[in-house]
């Protein structure tokens, strides 16, 4: 059974940091693709970021240079670097992995940015 499990949100000030983890479990992460989502105050979720099996990782433009991922195949989890966060980084943010056409998600963590 595939589980995975946010951590890392919290109240950050605008142009601070956080590091999000995404801790996997029923499969090897170098084997999927993972995908971080963030869902906005009125309910909309968006793909921001995405890290390959091979650990190629893509971003949205609103994200590109500010947020890195990465991942460690020991832990099994992936990693997302939040820096010079802004306001409009608010949300709850989801890791999300797709395996055999079937969506896996985390519960999801909170990161409010105050300006």
């Known amino acids: 059974q595939v589980q995975l499990v946010e951590s890392g949100g919290g109240w950050v000030q605008a142009g601070g940091s956080l590091r999000l983890s995404c801790g996997v479990s029923g499969t090897d992460i170098n084997m999927i693709a993972m995908v971080w989502f963030r869902q906005t105050p009125d309910y909309q979720r968006e793909a921001i970021a995405r890290i390959s099996s091979l650990g190629a990782p893509t971003y949205v433009p609103s994200v590109k240079g500010r947020f890195t991922l990465s991942r460690d195949i020991a832990k099994n989890t992936v990693y997302l670097q939040m820096n010079d966060v802004k306001p409009e980084d608010t949300g709850v943010y989801f890791c999300?992995?797709?395996?055999?056409?079937?969506?896996?998600w985390g519960q999801g963590t909170q990161v409010t940015v105050s300006s």
């Open positions: 999300n992995a797709r395996i055999g056409g079937q969506d896996y």
